[in-house]
């Protein structure tokens, strides 16, 4: 059986998925979450769908990608192309890892010149 549309305000929006209703304004202006229908008085009206296009924002950004970035999957995503979707999820995740990788060198440096700090001046007291 199909699942039952429902529209939902973008205060209802904001509590279901847990996201200010800023933020979900802010990415409707990116193109990133259309609204589907207007209500009364001009209100956002969303679909079910909405849920789930923000969950996969919020998963995205929370693996490093930019809005920009996730715009791009998101084109992608509304034009059906999950073979392309996924493969340039894949190649951005690839560019992510390796930033994630040289900044994990980085820290490693800077934790060893503070811990030889560290150690001069346990040596001096």
């Known amino acids: ?18 996201i200010s209703t800023r933020t979900i304004r ?29 969950r996969f924002i919020s998963r995205l950004k929370h693996l490093g990608l930019s809005l920009g ?5 998101n084109d992608s995503f509304v034009s059906g ?12 995740l690839a560019v992510r890892t390796a930033q994630v990788s040289e900044r994990i060198l980085e820290l490693e440096q800077l934790l060893n010149e503070l811990n030889k700090y560290r150690e001069r001046i346990i040596n001096k007291q």
């Open 1 to 18: 059986m199909a699942e039952a549309v429902h529209n939902y305000d973008i205060s209802e929006l904001s509590k279901l998925a847990g």
């Open 26 to 54: 802010y990415y409707g202006e990116l193109k990133l979450l259309p609204a589907t229908d207007r209500g009364p008085g001009g209100r956002r009206l969303y679909s079910n769908d909405a849920i789930e296009r923000l």
């Open 69 to 73: 970035e996730i715009g791009e999957l």
């Open 81 to 92: 192309a999950t073979p392309a979707m996924l493969q340039q999820l894949e190649q951005l």
